[in-house]
């Protein structure tokens, strides 16, 4: 598998997202009783509008939607994320809308009450990488949103994920 310094980002995810198993990336999580958990005890409407940011195959959206919530978006940079996404979540009644993007270089269409990432973040090392992060976020966000951020816990990074609300 190439290296992400050796190709665009987009092609090393899909690269990824084509011949990892899902259930072995160290970013796997079997539920998402936690992340709910967290949303849950911000009181939104089932209404409000919810990105998760690097959704990959979007279990978290698809988890919103089961959940309730019926205006979820879903980014990721790989459009084998994406497609495997729309595809899995085909059935829900109010399915996930998918966008895929760089969100370096994205400029949000709307704007969100909720902002989840569970570890775009943590990829993200280099300072202009964040600074456009930062950019996409504040451009998508409503006057009282939410954020929230997890990371891999520098302890465990494979692991240990530590959530910061904003």
């Not at 309730?68 to 729309?86: F, H, K, Q, T, W």
Request: charged share 20%; proline share 5%.
């Amino acid at each position: 598998m190439p290296k992400m310094s050796d190709t665009d980002p987009s092609a090393f995810w899909d690269q990824v997202y084509l011949t990892k198993d899902p259930t072995r990336v160290s970013w796997f999580q079997a539920d998402y009783d936690a992340a709910l958990a967290q949303i849950e005890a911000l009181n939104l409407s089932k209404d409000a509008a919810i990105i998760d940011i690097g959704a990959g195959r979007s279990g978290l959206a698809m988890a919103l939607s089961q959940a309730g919530y019926i205006d979820i978006s879903a980014l990721d940079i790989s459009a084998v994320a994406v497609e495997a996404a729309r595809q899995a979540s085909m059935h829900l009644p109010h399915p996930p809308t998918f966008i895929c993007a760089d969100l370096r270089d994205w400029s949000p269409a709307r704007h969100y009450d909720l902002w989840h990432d569970r570890a775009v973040f943590h990829f993200l090392t280099d300072d202009a990488d964040q600074s456009s992060y930062l950019d996409s976020l504040i451009g998508a966000l409503t006057p009282q949103a939410h954020v929230l951020i997890s990371c891999f816990h520098e302890d465990n990074p494979g692991v240990g994920i530590r959530s910061v609300t904003l």
